[in-house]
């Protein structure tokens, strides 16, 4: 089993920053994982955000989202973040990290693990 503890998020004003946190942990997490970030605002579906190989660093971004958010890792300590600039209202949403034990393939990231969630909202 993997655990991901997500640690960020919170209110900001419209075009502040904010950055998300989330380790993994579990016997069989190595760097042959994919993670990345999922979010859902009310009523809506969730939805791919961004994704990372932990092996070699390639990235996914959602059209959304390029030029505002950045993905990166720190396999030392078996963590990624996520760097959010730019924030728009429509940011809005409970944020949710996810792993899969397999390198960057389609889909990107299916959501094998999940972490518990953080709420990002953006005032205007």
């Known amino acids: 089993q993997v655990q991901l503890v997500e640690s960020g998020g919170g209110l900001v004003q419209a075009g502040g920053s904010l950055r998300l946190s989330c380790a993994a942990s579990?016997?069989?997490?190595?760097?042959?994982?994919?993670m990345g970030w999922f979010r859902q605002a009310p009523g809506q579906d969730r939805e791919l955000v961004v994704g990372?190989?932990?092996?070699?660093?390639?990235?996914f971004y959602a059209d959304f989202v390029k030029g505002r958010f950045t993905i990166s890792r720190d396999n030392a300590k078996n963590t990624v973040y996520l760097q959010m600039n730019s924030l728009k209202p429509e940011d809005t949403a409970i944020y949710y990290c996810?792993?899969?034990?397999?390198?960057?393939?389609?889909?990107?990231?299916?959501?094998?693990?999940w972490g518990q969630g953080t709420q990002v909202t953006v005032s205007s």
């Open positions: 579990g016997r069989t997490f190595n760097v042959y994982y994919t």
């Open positions: 990372i190989d932990l092996f070699d660093g390639r990235t």
């Open positions: 996810a792993a899969d034990p397999r390198r960057f393939t389609s889909p990107i990231l299916r959501g094998d693990y």
